[in-house]
């Protein structure tokens, strides 16, 4: 399995939740019934989880965290980090402190960058 600086960069576990872009470099997509979201990372094993949606009729029922829970334990090695938006930043905040990601990059981000 290739790794980048010693930091392995394909999911470990639950393979069948990830996708790859070839035509988009270091990418990862997950998606569920309940919600998707995107991964980007680096070669120091720095990857930004963004465009993290739960859609609505499951918002409130730890999905949001099954999710991020899911891609933690795929990428055990990656420093995780977010953008938050003033609707999400409790949310992420909470992530921190439960240690299922690293960082947050920026609180309460109003407009989208493009990060492709």
Not at 29 to 53: H, L
Request: hydrophobic letters at 35%.
């Amino acid at each position: 399995m290739p790794s980048l600086h010693g930091i392995n960069m394909k999911p470990i576990m639950y393979h069948n939740k990830f996708s790859c872009n070839p035509s988009v470099k270091n990418f990862y997509g997950f998606n569920e019934e309940y919600g998707y979201s995107n991964m980007r990372y680096d070669a120091e094993g720095m990857m930004y989880v963004y465009n993290v949606e739960v859609y609505p009729e499951f918002q409130g029922q730890g999905f949001g965290r099954g999710m991020m829970t899911i891609i933690r334990d795929a990428f055990p090695d990656a420093h995780i980090y977010v953008d938050t938006t003033p609707s999400s930043d409790s949310f992420w905040m909470k992530m921190v402190d439960e240690g299922i990601i690293n960082s947050i990059r920026n609180h309460n981000v109003i407009q989208e960058e493009d990060y492709y």
